[in-house]
């Protein structure tokens, strides 16, 4: 069973009532789901939110959606995260955070085919980092998970589930994919106002129904107005982008 997994909760101090910010007429929670539904390699998407009442209106928007809502730790993201692989019997697990509207499947379904084919332990595109911040792609096994979990002991290691694994290279069989030249200090991630910003600028230009918008679509509405990439690119990066 290959399964992803969106870390989603309402609790962001830095913007409130961040998965259901407005984007084309949609919650940012549809369409982080919505673009990684175009997977041909996946098996089910599963929103892992917390039991926190806050949090109550994703499960809600979950059932009226027909999405898979599991809800464990607020604090220890890696236990919600273990433990909801555990109840739905995932293999394979893709871990993605509920704050990145750009996601590219076929990134994501080549990093499936990889780590089926390879035997490998986790295969990511962030390890050194590449790409542009929340086009982050992890995929491990079931087994991976349940290693970083039994060995993780710092809170830092809990909040962030798969940092163990970054910083013990040495102890896993990782596979990392580099992009064709550096792009790491763009952000295409929602953390705080600017980027929400950006982001709202990108989908009114790129989206339309039942059509997804690809990376090299992105790449190009930058490269024709490069004022964009100065709306957040002076913001704090996350821990595997910072310099």
């Not at 407005?22 to 549809?30: T, V, W």
């Not at 991630?189 to 989206?207: G, H």
């Not at 790449?219 to 690119?233: A, Q, T």
Request: charged fraction near 30%; hydrophobic fraction near 35%; include cysteine.
């Amino acid at each position: 069973m290959i399964s992803v997994i969106i870390q989603i909760r309402m609790g962001s101090t830095r913007l409130s009532n961040k998965s259901f910010l407005n984007l084309n007429g949609n919650p940012l929670i549809f369409h982080v789901i919505d673009r990684i539904k175009y997977s041909k390699k996946i098996d089910q998407i599963i929103v892992a939110t917390t039991t926190n009442p806050i949090d109550n209106k994703i499960e809600t928007w979950c059932n009226e959606n027909n999405v898979e809502c599991f809800r464990g730790s607020e604090d220890n993201v890696l236990k919600r995260y273990y433990d909801c692989a555990k109840k739905y019997k995932s293999d394979y697990i893709v871990r993605i955070t509920g704050d990145d509207p750009f996601k590219d499947y076929r990134m994501i379904d080549n990093a499936i085919e990889n780590l089926l084919v390879s035997k490998n332990d986790f295969v990511c595109n962030n390890s050194p980092v590449s790409f542009p911040e929340g086009l982050d792609v992890e995929v491990f096994t079931f087994d991976t998970l349940a290693k970083i979990y039994e060995n993780a002991n710092s809170q830092e290691y809990k909040e962030h589930v798969t940092l163990y694994v970054h910083k013990n290279k040495s102890l896993f069989k990782i596979h990392n994919f580099k992009n064709f030249k550096n792009l790491s200090n763009y952000r295409w991630t929602i953390d705080y106002p600017e980027d929400y910003i950006f982001t709202k600028k990108i989908y009114k230009a790129l989206y339309k129904k039942d059509k997804v918008f690809l990376t090299e679509d992105i790449y190009k509405l930058l490269e024709d107005n490069p004022n964009l990439l100065l709306i957040n690119n002076k913001l704090n990066k996350s821990t595997l982008y910072e310099k």
